[in-house]
């Protein structure tokens, strides 16, 4: 929810950051992208490196699912 409220109150209009938004609440509740995530943590040691490689995913989903939109 804590996403629908940000897209709101920022008024987002781009369809590719409302996915992905969609994607990080379902992983709030299932599993998907928060495996993944998870699964960084316990093989990247250096914050600098997660953090790249984190955004490497999202940077990655924004374009196709922007596609898909």
Do not use: C
Request: net charge negative; no cysteine; hydrophobic share 50%.
């Amino acid at each position: 929810m804590r996403w629908l409220t940000l897209l709101t109150s920022f008024a987002v209009k781009d369809r590719g950051i409302a996915a992905i938004a969609e994607i990080v609440r379902e992983a709030d509740l299932h599993d998907g992208v928060d495996l993944a995530i998870n699964s960084l943590v316990e093989v990247t040691p250096a914050d600098h490196e997660l953090l790249d490689r984190g955004m490497a995913i999202f940077e990655g989903l924004y374009p196709v699912l922007k596609q898909k939109a």
